[in-house]
């Protein structure tokens, strides 16, 4: 069983930080890609950042030079830091893992972290 949890979500002021974190656990072989999404009410789940087992990251062009992917393999962990925070940012987050769980290798998500940025 692997379950994927995240934390740090919350209201911020626009130009605001947050600091999201996504901690992986259960039988965990090795951990591939990972990677967050953010979707508001009524739009697809966009993909916001994703990162590699080799560290090799990708963004959306909306958050770019504002948001920063790392991961922290010892501890299963990853994060996501929110710099100069807009309303646009405003959605629910969520976290992606490819997983291998040592018989086989599987797609995991969380539960979502609601993200508001409002004055």
């Known amino acids: 069983q692997v379950q994927l949890v995240e934390s740090g979500g919350g209201l911020v002021q626009p130009g605001g930080s947050l600091r999201l974190s996504c901690a992986a656990s259960?039988?965990?072989?090795?951990?591939?890609?990972m990677g967050w999404y953010r979707q508001v009410p009524g739009t697809e789940r966009e993909l916001v950042a994703g990162?590699?087992?080799?560290?090799?990251?990708k963004y959306a062009d909306s958050v770019k030079g504002r948001f920063t992917i790392s991961r922290d393999n010892a501890k299963n962990t990853m994060y996501l830091q929110m710099n100069s925070l807009s309303p646009e940012d405003t959605a629910v987050y969520y976290c992606?893992?490819?997983?291998?769980?040592?018989?086989?290798?599987?797609?995991?998500w969380g539960q979502g972290t609601q993200v508001t940025v409002s004055s």
């Open positions: 990162i590699t087992s080799g560290v090799i990251t």
């Open positions: 992606t893992a490819k997983i291998n769980y040592g018989l086989g290798v599987g797609d995991y």
């Open positions: 259960g039988s965990i072989f090795s951990i591939r890609f």
